[in-house]
């Protein structure tokens, strides 16, 4: 049974990232508080079973997954995920106070506090998320869970090859999965490797992968264009070209493109600091949509481009936390009439996210440089896998980042990798990056200006890495620069979920209450009701 020592530490360590994260970016932070508070377990735990969106059989698959991941926030951690995620969200709420006193507000008496179990939770919210009284997506849902959990899924399952290295397929679209199972020789079409054919699936899987080497296995995926990867130590990532490449860029590459004069967004209202600044979101699944949930938490108008509705979203299982806060547009590209609305989209914008593969939008006329053309003012924020040099065009996604750069192996060992709690490789990438854009948005608002925002997926296992090693020399011992304290009086955590309607799910939807509280912007549900079918933005200014 893990006590309340383990926490303290966690808080510890929090503290020595946000320090670290405050000096890399020569950033200003706000009085900040982490909370460690033991009491969170007994609620968390029951949460794993009362609010549990599924029917049975998966509804006991769901409860499966989140209880040992909900133990894992009160143990010991060998990589610092939990105490990365607080110690950057607290970057990104002192970044959107910045930019609240930028446009006019008084925040001179702005604090901040970080619940560590909260901050943990946000690994896991794909998990950890509710629904009720919505049938039809919850079916949906259900549907989408069936797919991913097949035996294809790297972040459950690994497969020795030939050479006596262990290998993961990372494949989370039919699309991609079918061109890996045709790549690795297999005998069924694609759609029949699922959740109830696991074991059978699992073996046909491990017998062709014995058949070749590691590296080989690899580059077959890549080349058919799947993903794939050998399992490496951080020694053997760090060797290798992408290694270097990812080692040798910042944590988050800020470059300015263009200039213009600075935006007269006019004061924040209500909605929070980032209020009236316009967001186009074309990201997917998890790691880029984290981005901008975290910016239409601070108020922005975040407008998500889709083909079609959130009901029916092929990844609906991963997707569903990511569009917390959120409108939606659907847009075909391929229609002409469709396309140009999304033109004029990008020309209104304020930022642009995006993390989809890289050359991927070039054909309908939205590369990076046909982005900048229509609008050289945007913030064009950009999430890839690997390096912005080496490997920059290949897919990725997170459990391959965890693998193939030594975290897995680094949290188990070559023979026995362990791949983090939850998808942190999502998560906290998706929060630097969304750090990195509210640093971007408080400079553009001090000088003016068009700007690239650049991070990866394994830029920010690397700094995972960088984390463990920070908090291994320290020790234990914390700056004092901010402060633990073991309790908190804040409302806003006495409930796991913060339930929400009006959604375009239809229902109540439960999302996990905010890991921080920001006393100059407290956290307004308003901000977390999502709707479909939308033409346009949200919001006036």
């Known amino acids: 049974m893990a006590d309340n020592g383990v926490l303290r530490r966690k808080a510890y360590n929090a503290q020595l990232i946000y320090e670290d994260l405050l000096d890399r970016l020569g950033m200003e932070g706000i009085p900040t508080t982490f909370v460690a508070d033991e009491g969170r377990r007994a609620m968390l735990s029951r949460a794993c079973f009362s609010s549990n969106p599924f029917p049975a ?3 006991l698959v769901l409860t499966k997954l989140r209880i040992p991941a909900v133990r894992k926030l009160f143990e010991p951690e060998t990589i610092p995920q939990t105490s990365a995620i607080a110690a950057v969200l607290c970057a990104c709420s002192a970044a959107a106070t910045e930019i609240g006193a930028l446009r006019g507000d008084d925040v001179s008496g702005a604090q901040q506090r970080c619940d560590l179990v909260f901050a943990g939770l946000q690994a896991v919210r794909l998990y950890m998320s509710d629904h009720k009284h919505c049938k039809e997506f919850t079916r949906s849902r259900v549907q989408s869970a069936i797919r991913v959990n097949n035996a294809l899924n790297g972040s459950m399952h690994k497969f020795r090859a030939r050479d006596g290295r262990d290998v993961s397929f990372h494949v989370y679209y039919q699309s991609q999965q079918e061109r890996l199972v045709k790549a690795l020789g297999l005998r069924k079409p694609s759609s029949e490797y699922g959740f109830f054919s696991l074991k059978k699936d699992m073996k046909e899987i491990a017998a062709a992968v014995a058949a070749k080497d590691a590296m080989e296995l690899e580059d077959l995926s890549f080349d058919c264009g799947a993903c794939g990867c050998m399992i490496r130590s951080r020694e053997e990532w760090e060797a290798s070209e992408v290694g270097k490449a990812v080692i040798s860029m910042p944590l988050i590459r800020t470059e300015k493109l263009a200039e213009s004069e600075a935006p007269a967004w006019g004061r924040p209202n209500s909605r929070g600091p980032l209020s009236g600044i316009r967001v186009l979101d074309l990201t997917h699944i998890i790691a880029g949509p984290a981005c901008s949930r975290i910016l239409a938490e601070y108020g ?13 979203q092929e990844q609906a299982m991963l997707e569903f936390d990511g569009w917390a806060g959120k409108h939606s547009i659907q847009l075909d590209f391929n229609i002409p009439e469709q396309l140009e609305r999304a ?8 930022v642009v996210t995006y993390s989809y593969q890289n050359g991927c939008m070039d054909k309908f006329g939205l590369s990076e440089a046909d982005i900048r053309a229509l609008n050289p003012n945007v913030i064009y924020s950009n999430l890839n896998c690997f390096s912005d040099t080496v490997w920059k065009d290949r897919p990725g996604w997170a459990p391959c980042a965890e693998d193939i750069t030594g975290l897995s192996v680094r949290n188990g060992s070559l023979e026995a990798p362990v791949n983090l709690n939850g998808v942190p490789l999502d998560y906290f990438p998706g929060f630097i990056l969304a750090l990195g854009t509210l640093r971007a948005l408080a400079r553009k608002l001090r000088e003016g200006g068009g700007y690239k925002v650049t991070t990866s997926l394994t830029r920010g296992a690397q700094y995972l890495h960088e984390c463990a090693d920070l908090c291994e020399a320290a020790g234990g011992r914390a700056v004092r620069t901010s402060s633990v304290a073991v309790r908190s009086k804040d409302s806003v955590w006495e409930r796991v979920f913060q339930y929400v309607k009006g959604c ?3 229902g109540e939807c439960g999302f996990t209450a905010p890991p921080v509280v920001n006393t100059a912007y407290p956290a307004d549900e308003r901000n977390l009701v999502f709707t479909d079918g939308c033409t346009g933005w949200a919001q006036e200014r």
């Open 504 to 506: 375009a799910t239809g």
């Open 57 to 59: 059989p998966l509804s």
């Open 300 to 312: 922005a108008d975040v407008l998500l481009v889709r083909r079609g509705d959130f009901r029916h």
């Open 343 to 350: 033109k004029q989209l990008i020309r209104e914008a304020d």
